[in-house]
């Protein structure tokens, strides 16, 4: 299973009226992670649009265990947690400094044609993908 690795530097306008990042803000990070993820996989998520597909979030989950503050560095670790040729469920946890685990999580996607948001398999539209994620999901 390949993890891929992201920082990121805490924003103030990231934080809330606590002074901590505003709960929202971590769904950005999942998505940089993803992105990079992608990226280090060998693959452009930009590319994929311009053949008129895209891959949607069809489900979320967070678990916030301990806040980042302005100035904090993040680092948001990412990998593919299962994938069935159709759907893909990236797995997440974001650290702070100390290497402690803040925050866990998941994304579910799917693949789907732009102009219609029909699914499509990704063994047959993105064999290379495809390929790729089947090598580098997370073991059962």
């Given at each position: ?18 002074q901590v ?8 990070w ?16 930009a ?23 302005y100035?904090?560095t ?12 159709v ?16 925050v ?7 693949i789907v ?7 499509v ?20």
């Open positions: 299973m390949f993890v891929s690795e992201k920082e990121v530097q805490v924003r103030y306008a990231e934080t809330d009226a606590m990042v505003y709960h929202g803000q971590y769904v950005v999942l998505e940089l992670g993803r992105t990079q993820l992608i990226e280090d996989l060998g693959f452009n998520y590319e994929m649009e311009k053949e008129g597909y895209v891959a949607p979030v069809l489900d979320i989950q967070l678990s916030y265990k301990k806040p980042f503050r100035g904090d993040a680092w948001v670790y990412s990998w593919i947690e299962e994938y069935n040729g759907r893909t469920v990236y797995g997440y946890e974001i650290k702070n400094k100390e290497g402690e685990v803040c866990t999580g998941t994304t579910s996607h799917t044609k732009k102009d219609t948001f029909r699914p398999s990704m063994k047959r539209i993105f064999p290379d993908w495809h390929k790729v994620y089947e090598e580098n999901k997370k073991q059962a």
